[in-house]
């Protein structure tokens, strides 16, 4: 060290120089560590911040995901409301208002009661599934109140057959043959969906009424030739030729030559030509195994395989095979077995009809 002119030395042992160069090394590998350390801290705390950043994305995200789906569900819910107000409208408007109520002898379930307890429970569980819970409730009602209209109409018009005299059960027979039937099966669920018991009691009961209107239809409703009167009655008579006592399987409606002759009902001409004892006739098959026959005609206005609406002429009033004069001799048979056509006439023309044995005009 210089100093004012003069040079001073200052010696450092190499021992002390050591120590002085290991104090050196270790403050800097002190300063390096905390620097380390730090960096360190500071590295993982952003991993950390990073990795919860990600966490919080992926619950916000499925968080949405189950509001945009629970909001998907009430969306479906409403939808499948309004569908199901447009189809209360739609039946109140053609089928008129749905029974409701519960019939003694009745064996329509009601459900009202468990689908209510049902309700309750899945909003309990599934509050986000309370609206279809719902609407399955309605539909179930729905499905109930239509089967109680389709009980209640087959059974008008099993009374009113048989008032006519016909059994519905040979009708329902005759429609149940299934005859030229076919094509694919489609089920009217998927496989993993099980048919609930009441939509499959409605589809018979639906199929009951719609078969029984059917043959409803095709039975007489316009009368067969202009109704001046009667002249021989259905069941027992005197036999215009013998006098014996004899059975008429039909009704005699006096007319003059030519006069027409109508289809009672609609159907398709299954017979036309000459009968024993009947002369010149048609036979209209109207399905169900019911047909009408028309006999003694002077004329056919009709032909085999052709098909006839109710009121449509199919032939003339003559006096063929055995008859004592110009008539036509009605008769409607239930599987080839007659029936008397009288409850028929008096539901369309409301008039008396008049027995006259020992008129001429008999077959």
């Not at 500071?42 to 919080?56: C, E, I, N």
């Not at 009902?265 to 030509?273: D, E, L």
Request: net charge positive; aromatic share 8%.
């Amino acid at each position: 060290m210089r100093s004012n002119g003069h040079v001073r030395f200052i010696r450092v042992s190499s021992r002390l120089q050591k120590r002085a160069a290991g104090a050196v090394v270790g403050l800097a590998a002190l300063w390096l560590g905390s620097l380390g350390g730090v960096a360190l801290w500071r590295w993982h705390s952003d991993a950390q911040d990073v990795d919860l950043l990600r966490r919080q994305a992926r619950v916000e995200k499925a968080e949405n995901r189950v509001a945009a789906y629970r909001k998907g569900v009430d969306d479906v819910a409403a939808d499948l409301k309004r569908r199901q107000d447009f189809i209360d409208k739609l039946v109140q408007a053609h089928v008129g208002e749905l029974p409701k109520d519960a019939r003694p002898g009745e064996t329509v379930s009601n459900s009202q009661s468990e689908a209510a307890a049902t309700v309750h429970k899945i909003s309990a569980a599934f509050p986000e599934a309370t609206g279809l819970a719902q609407i399955e409730a309605r539909q179930l009602a729905f499905v109930e109140d239509i089967t109680r209209y389709a009980d209640r109409r087959a059974e008008a018009d099993a009374q009113r057959m048989r008032r006519l005299g016909i059994n519905p059960n040979v009708i329902l027979a005759a429609l149940d043959r299934r005859e030229a039937q076919g094509g694919p099966f489609i089920p009217l669920f998927t496989a993993r969906d099980s048919l609930d018991p009441r939509f499959a009691r409605m589809g018979a009961s639906l199929a009951r009424m719609g078969a029984l209107e059917q043959g409803l239809s095709r039975l007489p409703q316009v009368l067969p030739a202009a109704l001046e009167f009667v002249s021989s009655g259905y069941g027992y008579r005197l036999d215009p030729f013998n006098r014996s006592g004899s059975f008429h399987p039909g009704l005699d409606f006096r007319g003059p030559v030519g006069a027409p002759i109508y289809a009672a009902a609609k159907g398709f001409v299954s017979f036309a030509g000459r009968k024993a004892g009947y002369g010149n006739c048609i036979e209209v098959t109207h399905a169900s195994g019911i047909i009408t026959r028309y006999a003694h005609m002077s004329a056919f206005r009709a032909h085999i395989g052709q098909s006839v609406t109710p009121g449509q002429t199919i032939g003339a009033i003559g006096s063929t095979g055995r008859s004592t004069g110009p008539h036509l001799h009605f008769e409607v048979r239930v599987n080839d077995r007659p029936i008397n056509p009288r409850p028929f006439l008096e539901a369309i023309s409301r008039v008396s009809e008049k027995d006259r044995p020992n008129q001429p005009s008999n077959d």
